[in-house]
């Protein structure tokens, strides 16, 4: 594997350092229009509450603020993340807006029922354990709220092969639509919808 190509997969799932840094930037920029794409299937509201798990260089976040006028919250286990998202929204920040904190989705710092919206932008593949990371996302939603998951890998293309070989190497985990909606399932969410667009992947799910 290329030397750039292995740093940015190195840094991909807990970003440090000068290599951190730099893919956090490279990801601000190659993840817009994705993230654009999958932001279109939730309906925001004035008053949504919002949380975005592995919100790495702190994009998603930013463009959240211009989504609804109410609270949002990035999480992130990487520090050097949540560093560089307070800085890419420090205005929001300091309005109180917007709330950057290190944590796991395996043990979210919130409250059960706390949130309208979740989104997981490009995060899947890196969590310990699926169904029960799931679990906890579900607990920290409100009734009816909705959860967007994308990437821009899946496993069901026409690339399938060199994504097994991709895992293999990485150890980092490419869904299927089929996959990703099972385990939602196993979680207990409900309204369970896959997009495909290319290789990508959006799946918007309720509890
Ligand atoms: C490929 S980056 C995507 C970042 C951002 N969402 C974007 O689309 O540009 C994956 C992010 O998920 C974070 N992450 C991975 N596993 C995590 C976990 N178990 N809990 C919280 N964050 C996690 C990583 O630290 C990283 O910032």
Redesign the pocket.
Known sequence: MRYLKRKRMEN????RGFWGRKTMRD??KS?SDL?DWGLSFLNFAEDDMILD?????G??VHKLTGCTKGRIYG????PT?VTKSLCVNKKAVDKGQVGIVE????ALPFGADTFTKVTA???VY???DLVNDLKEVRRVMKKDGQLLITTEDRADSSKAKAYVEMQRQSGFFIPSAASLARALKAAGFHHIEANIRGEWLSLTAEK
């Open positions: 991909a799932g807990k970003p990801m601000n993840h993230t798990i592995g919100c790495g260089g994009r998603t999480i992130d286990h990487a993340a944590a796991t989705v395996s932008i490009e995060t890196f969590w310990p």
